[in-house]
């Protein structure tokens, strides 16, 4: 059974910056890749970011250059730094991890970017 915890959500103004962590319940090199996605009210879930077992990285177009994924083996846990917050990035933010055709889910975060 895997388990994803999220955390770091919150309310940030416009041009803040959010870190959401995603924990896991084993090591993260057991997953081909893990990412974050967002789901904002009445719009698909959206990959934000993802990161592969090898490290490489690919994100949305809207996010390039503000939000960068990473990871720390020892925590087993992946994060999403987000700078320059702009209210369209106002969603709930999911973890995923992703092993041969599973997808796991974590429970989801909300990032409400507001004045």
């Known amino acids: 059974q895997v388990q994803l915890g999220e955390s770091g959500g919150g309310l940030v103004q416009p041009g803040g910056s959010l870190r959401l962590s995603c924990a896991t319940s084993?090591?993260?090199?057991?997953?081909?890749?893990m990412g974050w996605y967002r789901q904002a009210p009445g719009k698909e879930r959206e990959l934000v970011a993802r990161?592969?077992?090898?490290?490489?990285?690919n994100y949305a177009d809207s996010v390039k250059g503000r939000f960068t994924i990473s990871r720390d083996s020892a925590k087993n846990t992946v994060y999403l730094q987000m700078n320059s917050l702009k209210p369209e990035d106002t969603a709930g933010y999911y973890c995923?991890?992703?092993?041969?055709?599973?997808?796991?889910w974590g429970q989801g975060t909300q990032v409400t970017v507001s004045s």
């Open positions: 995923n991890a992703r092993v041969a055709y599973t997808d796991y």
């Open positions: 990161i592969t077992k090898d490290g490489t990285t």
């Open positions: 084993r090591s993260i090199f057991t997953f081909n890749a």
